[in-house]
């Protein structure tokens, strides 16, 4: 069993900071890609940023230059440092990872989210 479990969320006023974290538990053999997504009211799932294995990270064009991506491999986890945020970045952050859990397994697996939510 696999298991993300993300921390960090809660309420920011505009141009307010917020720093995410994820941590991966179970049986795992290896964690190749991370990744952040987010889904707010009304809307579709988007992907926000994911990081390889080696370190090379890809953001969305709405959160360049204000939100930065990282991963502690040792720790199993995966981190979202968001700056300047924006009413519009008010949503439901998932964790995302994919995962061997065995030389031949590969799978990818949810957290299950933490609100974020941008309000004055």
């Known amino acids: 069993q696999v298991q993300l479990v993300e921390s960090g969320g809660g309420l920011v006023q505009p141009g307010g900071s917020l720093r995410l974290s994820c941590v991966a538990s179970?049986?795992?053999?290896?964690?190749?890609?991370m990744g952040w997504y987010r889904q707010a009211p009304g809307k579709q799932r988007e992907l926000v940023a994911f990081i390889q294995s080696g370190g090379t990270t890809t953001y969305t064009d709405s959160v360049k230059g204000r939100f930065t991506i990282s991963r502690d491999s040792a720790k199993k986890a995966v981190y979202l440092q968001m700056s300047s945020l924006k009413p519009e970045d008010t949503a439901v952050y998932f964790c995302n990872a994919d995962i061997k859990t065995s030389y031949y397994s590969r799978m990818g697996y949810w957290g299950q989210g933490t609100q974020v939510t941008v309000s004055s």
């Open positions: 179970g049986r795992i053999y290896s964690i190749n890609t």
